[in-house]
Antibody, heavy 116, light 112 residues
Framework: EVQLVESGGGLVQPGGSLRLSCAAS????????MTWVRQAPGKGLEWVSA????????YVADSVKGRFTISRDNSKNTLYLQMNSLRAEDTAVYYC?????????WGQGTLVTVSS | QSALTQPASVSGSPGQSITISCTGS?????????VSWYQQYPGKVPKLLIY???KRPSGVSNRFSGSKSGNTASLTISGLQAEDEAHYYC????????????FGTGTKVTVL
């Protein structure tokens, strides 16, 4: 069974940093692209960042470019999202998800709140 | 690229059929069959309903069907049930980057 478990969310002040982690199990992480999708309170889904199976190719949305970095350690079956210079508008539930030609598995999400 | 356009809300009575549209452009929905649909209940994780525009994963009810014509994809829910009341999102490969997908604005389905 595919399992994705996010951690690392919490309350952070504007300008601060957080690193999200996503522990994957039940499949071979290196065989799949992975993505971070976020959902602000009461809002829709936003594709934030993605990485190829090997990690050699990445995508970052314009809204977080220069501030967020996606990475992965396939030997540890873990996906990461380093978030710097956080803003109030980054407040959201962040989901880790597996990508085939579509997102076919989601984690439970971790809440990031940016507030003073 | 901005979000794909969906109606904010759609409603129907039990047993009826409803259709949710998802409009993109010739760069994304119009060119690629990589359109998927997700159902999300409040406070819950999105669930995959349709992939590659019209394919259903195992375990998803056959009351859900997908189609695509030109720049618009559609999700049809037939035999509407109370449990179908949820938010629905489409998603398409963007065509601009190998790892970039775009979500729709989301549609709230209300069962009257």
């Amino acid at each position: 069974e595919v399992q994705l478990v996010e951690s690392g969310g919490g309350l952070v002040q504007p300008g601060g940093s957080l690193r999200l982690s996503c522990a994957a199990s039940g499949f071979t992480l290196s065989s799949y692209a992975m993505t971070w999708v976020r959902q602000a309170p009461g809002k829709g889904l936003e594709w934030v960042s993605a990485t190829s199976g090997s990690g050699s190719t990445t995508y970052v949305a314009d809204s977080v470019k220069g501030r967020f970095t996606i990475s992965r350690d396939n030997s540890k079956n873990t996906l990461y999202l380093q978030m710097n210079s956080l803003r109030a508008e980054d407040t959201a539930v962040y989901y880790c998800a597996r990508v085939r030609m579509e997102v076919d598995s989601w984690g439970q999400g971790t809440l990031v709140t940016v507030s003073s | 690229q901005s979000a794909l356009t969906q109606p904010a809300s759609v409603s129907g009575s039990p047993g009826q059929s409803i259709t949710i549209s998802c409009t993109g452009s010739s760069s994304d929905v119009g060119t690629y069959n990589l359109v998927s649909w997700y159902q999300q209940y409040p406070g819950k994780v999105p669930k995959l309903l349709i992939y590659e525009a019209s394919k259903r994963p195992s375990g998803v009810s056959n009351r859900f069907s997908g189609s695509k014509s030109g720049n618009t994809a559609s999700l049809t829910i037939s035999g509407l049930q109370a449990e179908d009341e949820a938010h629905y999102y489409c998603c398409s490969y963007s065509g601009t980057h190998t790892l970039h997908y775009i979500f729709g604005t989301g549609t709230k389905v209300t069962v009257l």
